[in-house]
């Protein structure tokens, strides 16, 4: 474990998750923003210059390459936020690098990409950690903890949806489109509810799953569902959709078990509440915002400087992730084939 005073972030990025990122970065007393590169070098200065009056009187070094911020010794940390396809193999040079790595969603968009990552972070002594931000949201932390305490029984049916109508005022709009860069409607957001799925139930083994798509701005599927069968035996559904601008943001989850249920933040429990008639609410937030400002960030970064001060465990890490990703492929490619898919898992 490292006791350093403070450690050095070099952002990778300059869009509005990257913001995001950095706002948490610089409240946390123990970090320091000292290195921006973008893929311009305008919008790598207008970055550093928004962040130079809260960077604690220290200077942001811009790089035109991000080869260059990796070789900057003050670079402990590197926050990569480029766009999904270049999660993976930016995420791996940073722990080749020997940097700490925080990594934006999806961790990669092939199965290709998810090897290099694994790879690296196999062979890393770096600390890690992936923004699955529901992690650390409080509804989510709610259910997990009274799961936990088996207040509705064993589960045998879990549900999740993730519907974001992208707007074209969206901030990613223009690369999201295009499935080369942003991987399909299951990678890029339904990723969220897959890892989801695996945080709040378990591990999937197989799913099936159909696509449509009801716009013609995207180059790919835009609306998939997937019926899906877990290890234990249990079943469930998941899905995604980025068609509705014209509803507001959803995330649902539903989860049946033998003693009760949860539908968002609703609880039936007959070993909690054994007189109840119908379910009671759970008193905190839901997470029913696409806003990136809405997003635990802080929270999650927190995490990370604690794992590497004092070795409490991130909630997601590389390798962690990497497992989610697997189903949200799965779930891409039966959609594309029309058959059932394996999730395959690698263990190291």
């Known amino acids: 474990m490292s006791q350093k005073c403070v450690y050095g972030v070099g952002m990778r990025g300059a869009g509005q998750v990257a913001r995001q990122h950095a706002a948490a970065i610089l409240s946390n007393p123990k970090l320091r923003l000292v290195a921006v590169s973008s893929r311009s070098h305008e ?33 402990d940390i590197v926050s990569e936020c480029m766009p999904n396809y270049l999660h993976a193999h930016e995420g791996a040079q940073a722990l080749q690098a020997g ?38 949201h409080p509804l989510v932390m709610n259910l997990r903890n009274l799961l936990k305490k088996k207040s509705i029984g064993d589960v045998y049916y879990a549900e999740f949806d993730y519907w974001h109508g992208i707007k074209p005022s969206f901030s990613s709009y223009n690369w999201i489109r295009k499935r080369e860069f942003a991987g399909g409607v299951m990678i890029t957001g339904g990723c969220h509810v897959a890892d989801l799925a695996r945080y709040l ?116 890490d590389v390798l962690d992730a990497c497992k989610s990703m697997e189903i949200a492929l799965a779930i891409t490619e039966s959609a594309a084939i029309r058959k059932p898919v394996k999730v395959f898992q690698e263990h190291t």
């Open 43 to 75: 919008s790598a200065q207008q970055f550093a210059h928004e962040c130079a009056a809260a960077s604690k009187g220290m200077p942001i070094t811009i790089y035109d390459r991000y080869e260059d911020l990796l070789d900057d010794v003050n670079v």
């Open 99 to 136: 940097k700490h790595l925080i990594l934006e969603k999806p961790a990669g968009i092939s199965k290709e990409e998810l090897s290099v990552l694994r790879e690296a972070a196999t062979h890393s002594q770096s600390k890690t950690v992936v923004s699955f931000v529901l992690r650390w």
């Open 201 to 316: 139930h378990g591990e999937a083994e197989e799913v099936f799953a159909y696509a449509t798509k009801k716009r013609e701005d995207f180059d790919y599927p835009t609306t998939i569902i997937a019926a899906i069968k877990f290890k234990d035996g249990s079943v469930g559904k998941i899905s995604a959709s980025l068609d509705g601008i014209n509803i507001p943001y959803q995330l649902n989850i539903d989860l049946l078990g033998t003693e009760g249920a949860f539908r968002d933040n609703k609880i039936y429990s007959k070993v909690l509440f054994p007189y109840a008639e119908n379910f009671a609410v759970i008193p905190c937030e839901t997470p029913n915002s696409g806003s990136v400002e809405h997003h635990p960030f802080k929270q999650e970064i927190d995490n990370l400087v604690d794992c590497i001060d004092q070795g409490i465990p991130v909630l997601s």
